[in-house]
């Protein structure tokens, strides 16, 4: 039952602290999961749309969208850290690491949202995807915040940088 309470902290946009190390670790491998899951869920409810009736394994499909989703937090984990310690922040990788894989549970509403906007594209569904992917950043400033060790200027400084970087890097991607 903790779990419950502590998430609603996290979603809250409150830092999350108060858990032992062992409890952050498994908080943050379960909220990257349930997010992988959610997204490949979303692909393989929507996916006769995309294959066009083809046959196609679905645990190959929740298995790249759960590893999709653990690439994704270390990467941006990565970024993150490297943008905070380049101006002063924390030397330590591994609490950034796992604050965000906390705060990862704020991107359940999202992640299925962009899964579906591949496929189908609506005004409603675009709004709702943008309003759920602010919300999402949000939470996850709060929890880098709580550990990086930086003023709210720096911070913003670093938080815009990795966001520029890592938009830069999807647009060149897709």
Do not use: E
Request: a positive charge.
């Amino acid at each position: 039952m903790k779990y419950f309470l502590h998430m609603r902290r996290v979603l809250a946009c409150r830092a999350p602290d108060g858990m032992r190390d062992s409890l952050s670790i498994w908080y943050c491998g379960l909220n990257v999961l349930v997010a992988g899951l959610l997204y490949s869920a979303t692909v393989l409810a929507l996916g006769s749309r995309v294959t066009g009736g083809g046959v196609f394994n679905p645990w190959m499909i929740l298995a790249a969208g759960i590893v999709t989703a653990y690439f994704v937090h270390a990467g941006a984990a990565l970024m993150v850290w490297v943008f905070c310690k380049g101006i002063g922040g924390t030397q330590q990788f591994f609490p950034i690491y796992l604050n965000m894989g906390i705060a990862f549970a704020a991107l359940w509403l999202p992640a299925p949202a962009l899964a579906a906007l591949q496929i189908v594209s609506t005004p409603l569904l675009s709004a709702f995807a943008l309003a759920s992917a602010a919300y999402a950043v949000a939470v996850m400033v709060t929890s880098i915040a709580a550990v990086v060790d930086l003023s709210k200027f720096r911070l913003a400084l670093a938080m815009s940088a990795t966001l520029i970087y890592l938009g830069c890097f999807i647009y060149l991607w897709t």
